[in-house]
Nanobody, 116 residues
């Protein structure tokens, strides 16, 4: 069983930065990929960024050049560094871990609010 705990959300002004963390318990190394989804108010959930076990990354077009996903295998933590935040980045951000052979595991979500 894998548990994911996010932290680092909050309120920030436009142009500011935040770093989200997702700490995983259990078998981190066996995850095919990990990453972050977000769900803005009144909108559908969207993939923000992902990283595979070999370090390949993928980003939504809307965050390319501003967000960076990374991982610390030793500490079983995935990070999302978010720079130059915009009001449209306001959302609940959820960490996920995909083992590939079953449904992904999900964190509880953390709120990010960007004021203009």
């Amino acid at each position: 069983q894998v548990q994911l705990v996010e932290s680092g959300g909050g309120l920030v002004q436009a142009g500011g930065s935040l770093r989200l963390s997702c700490a995983a318990s259990g078998s981190f190394a066996s995850m095919r990929s990990m990453g972050w989804y977000r769900q803005p108010p009144g909108k559908e959930r969207e993939l923000v960024a992902s990283i595979t076990t070999i370090g390949n990354t993928n980003y939504a077009d809307s965050v390319k050049g501003r967000f960076t996903i990374s991982r610390d295998v030793a500490k079983t933590t995935v990070y999302l560094r978010m720079n130059n935040l915009k009001p449209e980045d306001t959302a609940v951000y959820c960490c996920y871990a995909d083992p590939g052979f079953r449904a992904p595991y999900w964190g509880q979500g953390t709120q990010v609010t960007v004021s203009s």
